[in-house]
């Protein structure tokens, strides 16, 4: 009978085997003592950088546990997934690691919907954020255009977008016949302003609008925002042109 003996590994060779998003510390300082790798926090502080000047400061205190900082949620477009985090005082934060709805408003028209988050389109910070289709405050994306379309049709009495072909009306649909309205009800639909941006109209016809993510994905758990309208829209359709 032959026995082997494995010597069991400790923390710091498990350590110092992971590479890329194997490691579950990332963007941690790595620094080697004695064939030791020791991994230091996240820290919002900033006595570790240097004056505007390039001197370095000078380090009176250590870490504080109200200094730390934890790693990014990373958001994904998916199913709604929420992590509770418990933070300073009991508070809790609401991690969002996948979510694909929200609430966007439609600031023109004073009207929020709640729509379905169908792409990242754009980040002004990092277009890795926008290869990988993570959700983050500011970025640009497409809606689905659907529930902003049956609002405006009802309130104005106008259809946006290519027409859709309607289906074939059953036998209840034939005998309920159109929907009557009396003579103030259609004279106060008339009176109303039915502009809207020929950008935003034109996006109407494919069914997809661009608007931003206004809240924090990561902390709060909701990916709500805006429309984006007339100057904005302009400048953000340029820089995907480009």
């Not at 890795?128 to 405006?152: G, H, M, S």
């Not at 106060?188 to 069914?207: V, W, Y």
């Not at 206004?214 to 820089?239: C, H, N, T, W």
Request: glycine share 8%; hydrophobic share 35%.
């Amino acid at each position: 009978v032959v026995f082997f003996f494995f010597k069991q590994k400790t923390a710091y060779e498990i350590l110092s085997g992971l590479v890329g998003s194997e490691m579950c510390i990332r963007d941690r300082y790595q620094r080697r003592v004695h064939g030791i790798y020791f991994y230091m926090g996240i820290s919002r502080d900033s006595r570790h950088k240097r004056r505007a000047t390039g001197g370095r400061m000078p380090i009176h205190k250590k870490k504080r546990k109200y200094e730390m900082a934890r790693q990014p949620s990373m958001t994904k477009m998916g199913s709604k997934m929420i992590k509770l985090v418990r933070g300073r005082g009991g508070n809790l934060k609401y991690r969002a690691l996948r979510i694909d709805f929200g609430n966007y408003c439609w600031g023109s028209e004073k009207i929020a919907r709640k729509a379905k988050i169908l792409d990242v389109v754009y980040n002004a910070s990092n277009n890795e954020l926008v290869r990988t289709k993570t959700i983050v405050k500011n970025c640009i994306v497409q809606i689905d255009a659907t529930p902003f379309r049956a609002w405006y049709t009802k309130q104005y009495n106008k259809k946006l977008g290519k027409a859709i072909k309607e289906e074939p009306k059953t036998d209840a649909a034939k005998v309920e016949g159109p929907k009557k309205q009396s003579r103030h009800v259609v004279k106060k639909i008339a009176a109303r302003d039915s502009f809207i941006d020929p950008n935003l109209e034109e996006q109407f016809n494919t069914g997809r609008l661009l608007a931003c993510v206004s809240s924090r994905p990561g902390q709060v758990g909701r990916a709500d925002g805006y429309i984006l309208e007339g100057k904005e829209l302009e400048f953000y359709m340029k820089k995907m042109e480009k």
